[in-house]
């Protein structure tokens, strides 16, 4: 069993910056791949960003490819997202989540543990 709590959205303007942070508790991190998920208002969730279990690969959506870093810190048992050069398109609640498949997914079903979801807004 995995709990995850993110951090770190809010109101920003766009071609303006945020970095998401989500902490995992209650297993071992490493053992997990990690992804980014966002679901804007009446729209479907959606794949940002994945990151395999040691961190040495990383996957976007082309959406944000060139603008998003994905990243991770086992041994603190940390995600995180780094968005720059935001748009109001970007405006979602963003959710980390984890999971122990054999390989990377962009598929939300596949991911076991989710956080609760951080708000994004950024303004035109």
């Known amino acids: 069993q995995v709990q995850l709590v993110e951090s770190g959205g809010g109101l920003v303007q766009a071609g303006g910056s945020l970095r998401l942070s989500c902490v995992a508790s209650?297993?071992?991190?490493?053992?997990?791949?990690m992804a980014w998920f966002r679901q804007a208002s009446g729209k479907d969730r959606e794949f940002v960003a994945a990151i395999s279990r040691t961190g040495g690969r990383t996957y976007y959506a082309d959406s944000v490819k060139g603008r998003f870093s994905i990243s991770r810190d086992n041994t603190k048992n940390t995600g995180c997202l780094q968005m720059d050069m935001l748009e109001h398109e970007d405006t979602a609640v963003y959710f980390c989540a984890v999971g122990s498949l054999a390989y990377n997914t962009r598929t939300a079903t596949d991911y076991n543990y989710w956080g609760q979801g951080t708000q994004v807004t950024v303004s035109s």
């Open positions: 209650g297993s071992t991190f490493g053992s997990y791949r």
